[in-house]
């Protein structure tokens, strides 16, 4: 059986996507898996790479992570062995596809529908669970329907905002007090996001935002710890145990998560036990809201006084070893190679069930 590890992409998570995918290549099975690495450049070009297969080729696929692109571009003073491909042409007899890809285009179920029509087992998330799990606005309609606890927010859309900013400003300082969270719904990474304080930062933020999507999603801000949990299943689902990101600073950027590294994961959390318990409900509840598949964590907020609620779930959250959802898994007894052959068996499953 072969693996077509897909990675990359034009999202903003392109860098993070790679060193996930180097990170899965290391630890699948080689013997009973070959991996084809087909690599998305920031520009949308499909490269197919030399085929991975036994101890040294994934020996070699070590050795790539310094220079992770390499394997593409060229290897010491020879051509490349990336060759430009059509996307479709990933479709072959007995391959499962692990598509490593963050945010937009790879996580919102773009992607997945393109597996679909190719009729192709894949890991993760489904089309409408990821699409619901990426846009900001529409996981928290689903959270709301099953009575998930979340902080107050005003969604609107480019549209309105141009056409009466005015009446923008009056829900959201009718709804919420300051400070708030403003958010492009569908992002990743905190890219595009930015914490108000005031109305003047405010309209700041709403313009950053729009630079990423015609939805906007506006919410109450929080002084919460962000505590996350694992989900791993299809239909039945595991919950892991709980971690929580400790910040060194109140808001948790781009840059202090990915250049700064100005925070450590706690594994696991220090939370009383029926916090934990809750908590790894919600996450199973988020997980069946959207109609989840493989994977996701689910990120929480959770007050001094106990108080929990949800963030987000992510579809395709990082997975590199130093990642939080692996970690979670490996604290509660799966470790990181066989999360990544479960994670292949249950893409199988799913596709079998379906034919
Ligand atoms: P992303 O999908 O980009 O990770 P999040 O919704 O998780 O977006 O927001 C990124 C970070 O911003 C969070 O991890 C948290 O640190 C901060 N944040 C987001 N929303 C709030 C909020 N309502 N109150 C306080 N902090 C928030
Ligand atoms: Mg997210
Ligand atoms: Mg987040």
Not at 228 to 234: D, I, R, S, Y
Request: aromatic share 10%; with cysteine; hydrophobic share 40%.
């Amino acid at each position: 059986m072969k693996i077509v590890v897909v990675y990359g992409g034009k999202s903003a998570e392109h860098d993070i996507s790679i060193l996930t995918a180097f990170s899965i290549i290391k630890e699948i099975y080689f013997e009973y898996y070959d991996v084809q690495p087909v690599f998305i450049t920031k520009e949308g070009t499909w490269l197919k790479g030399e085929p991975l297969t036994g101890p040294v080729a994934f020996a070699d696929a070590l050795k790539l992570e310094e220079a992770p692109e390499a394997h593409f571009a060229t290897k010491e003073g020879e051509q490349s062995t990336g060759v430009m491909i059509n996307p479709c042409s990933i479709k072959d007899e007995d391959t499962v596809v692990f598509p490593i890809l963050h945010g937009p285009n790879g996580e919102d179920g773009t992607i997945q529908g393109m597996f679909e029509i190719l009729d192709m087992p894949y890991v993760g998330c489904g089309v409408l669970a990821s699409a619901a799990g990426m846009d900001k606005i529409a996981s928290k309609q689903l959270f709301q329907q099953v009575g998930l606890p979340q902080v107050p927010y005003v969604p609107f859309i480019k549209t309105e905002w141009n056409e009466d900013p005015e009446a923008i400003y009056n829900r959201i300082e009718g709804t919420l007090l300051y400070p708030v969270f403003v958010k492009p719904a569908n992002m990743g990474s905190s890219v595009g996001i930015s914490k108000a304080d005031n109305r003047d930062e405010l309209m700041a933020a709403i313009e950053e935002a729009l630079k990423y999507d015609r939805r906007i999603v506006v919410e109450q801000g929080i002084d919460a710890r962000e505590i996350e949990c694992g989900v791993l299943g299809n239909d039945d689902v595991n919950t892991s145990v709980v971690g929580e990101v400790v910040k060194e600073v109140g808001f948790y950027d781009y840059n202090e998560k990915y250049v700064n590294n100005t925070v450590t994961l706690q594994i696991p959390a220090e939370i009383p036990e029926e916090v934990s318990h809750k908590v790894r409900e919600y996450a199973a509840t988020a997980f069946k809201a959207i109609d989840g598949a493989g994977l996701t964590r689910c990120d929480f907020f959770l007050t001094e006084s106990n108080e929990i609620y949800i963030n987000e779930v992510n579809t395709m959250p990082g997975f590199t070893e130093f990642s939080m959802y692996p970690l979670l898994w490996a604290e509660t007894g799966i470790n990181y190679k066989n999360l990544v052959e479960e994670l292949i068996q249950l893409a199988l499953k799913r596709y079998n069930e379906k034919h």
